[in-house]
C-alpha cells in the first residue's frame, strides 16, 4: 500500500495588534485532547459576537480554509473600532460588544480583506466571515 502525505502551509499574519482581551481557544493534545482552552464563555452571550473565519481560494492563494492567526477588527456604525479579535488555529473567533449597536467585522491583516465588507451584525449571532487575499 502506498500513501501520500500533502501538505499544506497557511499564511499566518505577523501585523502588530493590541493583545489584551484576545482569547485564542483550542484544543490540547494527547491526554488533553478536546479540551477546550482560553477564557470562559458567558452563560448570556447577548454581548457577544462570535463565528468563524475562512480564506476563499484564489490565483495567489489556491487552498481555502480557516483563518489562523489574522486580526479581525469589529467596527461600530461611526467606523470606530470597537474590539480586536485574532483568530484561533480554527479560525474560531470572538468579540464582546454593545447588544445595542451595529457592527461590521474588517481584517486588520495587509494581506486579506473580508468580503462582506458591508455586512452588519448585531451580538447574540454566530457569523462566518470570509477573507479573501488582497
Known amino acids: 500500500m502506498i500513501l501520500f502525505l500533502m501538505s499544506t502551509s497557511v499564511l499566518a499574519d505577523s501585523d502588530s495588534a493590541n493583545q489584551s482581551g484576545i482569547s485564542l481557544k483550542g484544543t490540547g493534545h494527547g491526554r488533553h485532547a478536546g479540551v477546550k482552552t482560553g477564557a470562559k464563555k458567558e452563560k448570556n452571550n447577548s454581548k457577544v459576537i462570535s463565528g468563524t473565519c475562512e480564506t476563499l481560494a484564489s490565483p495567489s492563494n489556491p487552498i481555502a480554509g480557516a ?3 489574522i486580526v479581525l477588527m469589529l467596527k ?23 447588544p445595542d449597536k451595529l457592527y461590521t467585522i474588517e481584517s486588520g491583516s495587509r494581506y486579506f480583506e473580508v468580503v ?19
Open 67 to 69: 483563518c489562523v492567526n
Open 76 to 98: 461600530d456604525a461611526e467606523g470606530k473600532v470597537a474590539g480586536k479579535s485574532r483568530t484561533a488555529t480554527d479560525g474560531q473567533f470572538e468579540f464582546q460588544a454593545d
Open 116 to 134: 462582506e465588507a458591508k455586512s452588519t451584525t448585531t451580538t447574540g449571532r454566530r457569523i462566518i466571515v470570509h477573507l479573501k487575499q488582497k
